[in-house]
């Protein structure tokens, strides 16, 4: 099936959130909004009709993680992310930072430590924040572009028993990593050495780089790991309030699901639960698999288009990790002059703390139109001239 990804996306009378961002400028040229980890793609077909049969109907109760929610679960998690699931290892909950912040609740106590591998985002250490942990920051080590874990660091910050948890984001947000077999192993070794709980957000997944292999922590670290996966961003269901925690170790699983209770978690979201089985078949694993083409391509256009930014490799995910330094501007600089000159809205890499500096961030699923507009208004920038 073809899919038309360069058609631009129609977000007005939606309360869409990213459809009300506007840039603070006085330029007269159209925004282009390219913050946000969110695709400029309506969603796949297949989900889409699933779900307006489902709307029709008119029957939107309380809604419950049966046999056939669980088994298209199962079934994509061995088919597509090639890690054996049972029905019993999956825990439902209402999104991501909603299952981080139940297993910091659950594992931890106030003033105790999370482990935070940065740059990182954003939302993770503000969930731990919120919950009155403490952010210990392990930085990442960076060469040429490309983002490593400083496994000195982090086995220091882990054989504190303050610190608790290990967030682990694989496809890393915002750098585009996809962590090794070996630096998994390593972090593994680390977390039973320490009994340190890796909470893994894995909601990247889907959309990994040709070649590249993502090897799941769940499979990894069976006895002492949480791995969370979503429609998120895979199927651009940012906007919907729902994921899956797969928690293979009994123990765990029990006093997660007993805080999970205790924070109110009702019952599946029931156009989640369709979108769910829709989503978890080949015609979605389809869809996926034309984003990453376009996604791919449109990373090859940046680069050859903007060879004045640095681009870290994208081996994971659809967002850009882009150093800026090489202007003469750090990131916030540069982000605010294109706002301002240029009506570009793009993410400022010292939101996802130490090492972020330098960089912006930018959404690669978007028409290739925006990403050669976006390359026209940095050269602008560049060499003072005014898009009007």
Known sequence: MQYDFDRPVDRRG???MKGSF????????????LAGAEMDFPTAPVIVQALSAFAYRGLYGFTLADDAYLGAVVRWMGNVRGVNVSEKDIVPTLGTIFALSTAIRAFSRPGEGVIALHPSYYRQDRAAVRNGRRVVSVPMRCRAGRYSTDFNALAEAMARPENRILILCNPHNPTGRVFSREELKSIASLARETGTLVFSDEIFAEHTAPGVEMISMAEMLPECSLT????????????????NVIIRDE???SAYIAQRDIDHFGSIDPFFYHAVIAAYTSAG?????????????????LKRLLPELSMSPLEGGYIAWLDVSGTGMDGNGFAEAMEKQQAVL????????????????????TPRANIREFAARVHALLTGRKIQ
């Open 22 to 33: 506007a840039p603070r400028t006085e330029c007269s040229r159209t925004p282009l909004v």
């Open 228 to 243: 969370c996966t979503s429609l998120g961003k895979a199927f651009n269901f940012t906007g919907v309030n729902h994921a």
């Open 285 to 301: 694993r389809e869809w996926i698999d034309s984003v990453r083409v376009q996604t791919t391509e449109n990373a090859v256009l």
């Open 14 to 16: 939606t309360g869409d």
């Open 251 to 253: 123990r765990l699983r």
């Open 346 to 365: 793009v993410d400022r890499g010292s939101e996802y703390g130490p090492g972020g500096e330098n960089h912006i961030r930018i959404n690669l699923a």
